[in-house]
C-alpha cells in the first residue's frame, strides 16, 4: 500500500533552491570562469520559461481541444527542427524543412502508437499525456538527428575522393555514401541505445524520478519509463533513417555528382 | 564523319581567383591527348568536367555522335573513366579492391570481371600476384598508383581520363605504365586523355597530340 503522496514547494522553499545558484555562481567568480552573467541569465530564463509554460500547461489541460494540443506539437516540432539543424556545421542547404518533416513524422507515428494503442487515456488525446509524451520524443530525437546531420556531412566532407572514386566505378549517389549513412544514422541512435543499457543500473531517468516524487508507485513509475524509453529508440531510429535519407540528395547535383559546396571544402 | 570523342568550349571559372578555364580538344580511336599547362591552369578540372564529377558552365561533348546530356552520369563514368591523380584504395585486399566497381555500380554487373586480364596487367606493371591478398591500405604510392591504373582498366572503358598516372612513379615503373598505356590504347576503339608534368612521359606515348591549357582572367 502506498500511502506516499506528493510533498508540494511553497514560494519560501523555491526562493531557497535559487540559493544553489550562488554555489555555481561562487565557483565561476573564483576560477574566473566568466560564466556569472551566463548563468544569472540562465537562472532567470529558465524560471520564467518554466513559469510560463507551468501557465501554458494548466490552460490547454483545461480547454482540452484537439486542434490546440496537434499546433502546440506542431510548433514544439517547428522549434526543435530549428535547433536540431542550427549547430550542424559544413550544411550545403537549408535542411530546416528536412529536418521538420522528419522531427514531424517520426514523433507522430510514435507518438500516436504510444498515446492510442498503448497508454490508451480517455479522450485519447488527453493532453496531460499526449504533451509530455511528445515533447520527451522530441527533444531526444531532435539531439539524434542534430547528431546523424553532423556525422553524415562530415564523413563526407572527410571522403570526397573516396565518394567521387565510387561514382567513377558508375554508383549512383547513394550507393557512393551509403556506408557514411549507415555511420551517420548509427550516430544518432547510439546515445539511446547506450541510455538503454544503462538505465536503472546508472542513471534513473527524469520522467521516472518525477513519477516518484509525484507520489506514484515505483513498480508503476518503471512501466511507464520503459514504454518511454521503446518509444525514445523507436523515434530516434525512424527520424535519423528520415533525416539522412531526404537530406543526402542535397549533396548532390542533377549531374549526379557532389555539389560545389560540398567538393571546395 | 563523327567524332570519336570530342568537347567544345567546354568552360568553367574558378572562384577562389576569377580566373576561368575555356577549352576545345579532339581525340580518335587508338589516340592520345596529353593536356599540359602550368599548375593552377585547370587541368584536374578539365578531366573532372569530362568525367561529370564537375559541371560545366557552359560547353558540348560529344562521344560517338552523342551528346553528353544523351547518357546517364553512372553509365558515362564507367565508359569515360576518370583516374584521380592521388590513387583512392578501400579497405579490404587488392583483389577486392579490383573487384569493387563490378560489386557497387549496376551497371558494371552485367560485366564479367576478368581474372586472366587482371593478372595480365600485374605482370606488366611488375607487381607480383602474391600482393593481390596484401591489404590495399598498406601498398606504397607507387604500387597503389599501378593499382587504381589497373582497376580502372579491368572496367574496360573506351576512354580513359589519367590526372598525372605516374606522379608516384619511379623509373622502371613509369616505363612500365607508359608501355602498358600504349599497349592498351591500341587494342579496338580506346583513347587517353593524359595530364602530365613529364615531357619523357609525352615523347614516350604513341600517337599522341598535345593540348595545352591555358589560364583565362574574368573580363578577358
Known amino acids: 500500500m502506498n500511502n506516499y503522496t506528493y510533498i508540494p514547494i511553497s514560494n519560501l522553499q523555491l526562493a531557497f533552491s535559487v540559493l544553489l545558484v550562488l554555489i555555481t555562481g561562487l565557483i565561476s567568480a573564483l576560477l574566473k570562469l566568466g560564466l556569472l552573467k551566463s548563468l544569472i541569465w540562465g537562472t532567470i530564463r529558465a524560471f520564467v520559461q518554466l513559469t510560463l509554460i507551468g501557465y501554458v500547461l494548466t490552460y490547454i489541460f483545461a480547454l482540452n481541444n484537439l486542434i490546440v494540443i496537434a499546433m502546440v506539437i506542431l510548433f514544439m516540432c517547428f522549434v526543435a527542427s530549428r535547433e536540431a539543424t542550427r549547430r550542424v556545421k559544413n550544411v550545403p542547404h537549408h535542411t530546416g524543412i528536412l529536418s521538420f518533416l522528419s522531427l514531424s513524422a517520426s514523433t507522430f507515428v510514435v507518438g500516436l502508437i504510444v498515446v492510442i494503442v498503448i497508454i490508451s487515456p480517455q479522450p485519447w488525446y488527453s493532453p496531460q499525456v499526449v504533451i509530455p509524451i511528445f515533447g520527451m520524443l522530441l527533444g531526444n530525437s531532435m539531439n539524434a538527428i542534430a547528431l546523424s546531420l553532423d556525422r553524415m556531412y562530415s ?71 520503459f514504454i ?27 549531374e549526379m555528382a557532389l555539389v560545389d559546396e560540398i567538393r571546395k571544402n | 564523319m563523327t567524332q570519336f570523342f570530342q568537347f567544345t568550349n567546354l568552360c568553367r571559372h574558378f572562384e577562389q581567383n576569377g580566373r576561368y578555364i575555356m577549352e576545345s580538344g579532339t581525340v580518335e580511336p587508338g589516340h592520345i591527348l596529353a593536356i599540359r599547362g602550368p599548375s593552377g591552369a585547370g587541368k584536374s578540372t578539365l578531366l573532372k568536367m569530362l568525367a561529370r564529377l ?167
Open chain 2, 54 to 220: 564537375v559541371i560545366p558552365e557552359s560547353g558540348e561533348i560529344m562521344y560517338r555522335g552523342q551528346s553528353w546530356q544523351t547518357i546517364a552520369p553512372m553509365e558515362w563514368r564507367t565508359r569515360v573513366h576518370y583516374v584521380a591523380q592521388k590513387p583512392v584504395m578501400f579497405p579490404g585486399t587488392l583483389e577486392e579492391n579490383f573487384r569493387m566497381p563490378f560489386k557497387v555500380s549496376s551497371i558494371l554487373s552485367d560485366k564479367v570481371f576478368s581474372t586472366e586480364n587482371m593478372l595480365q596487367y600485374l605482370a606488366e606493371i611488375d607487381l607480383p600476384p602474391s600482393m593481390l591478398s596484401q591489404e590495399a591500405g598498406t601498398l606504397s604510392g607507387g604500387e597503389a598508383a599501378r593499382a587504381a591504373l589497373i582497376r580502372a582498366l579491368l572496367m574496360e572503358p573506351e576512354i580513359l581520363l589519367l590526372d598525372e598516372p605516374t606522379a608516384y612513379l619511379d623509373g622502371d615503373s613509369r616505363a612500365a605504365v607508359i608501355n602498358l598505356l600504349n599497349q592498351w590504347v591500341a587494342v579496338q576503339e580506346r583513347a587517353i586523355l593524359v595530364v602530365s608534368h613529364k615531357d619523357e612521359d609525352i615523347s614516350e606515348l604513341n600517337k599522341v597530340s598535345i593540348l595545352t591549357v591555358a589560364v583565362g582572367k574574368a573580363g578577358e
Open chain 1, 228 to 254: 518511454v524509453m521503446v518509444m525514445i529508440a523507436a523515434s530516434v531510429a525512424i527520424g535519423c533513417l528520415l533525416i539522412v535519407g531526404l537530406s543526402y540528395k542535397k549533396m548532390f547535383n542533377e
Open chain 1, 155 to 225: 564523413e563526407v566532407h572527410s571522403h570526397i575522393d573516396e565518394v567521387e572514386q565510387l561514382l567513377c566505378f558508375g554508383a549512383t549517389p547513394w550507393e557512393s555514401v551509403l556506408n557514411y549513412i549507415k555511420n551517420a544514422v548509427a550516430a544518432g541512435m547510439t546515445p539511446t541505445i547506450n541510455s538503454l543499457m544503462v538505465v536503472g543500473l546508472v542513471s534513473l531517468p527524469g520522467m521516472m524520478t518525477g513519477q516518484i516524487l509525484a507520489g506514484m508507485n515505483p513498480q508503476s513509475a518503471v512501466r511507464y519509463q
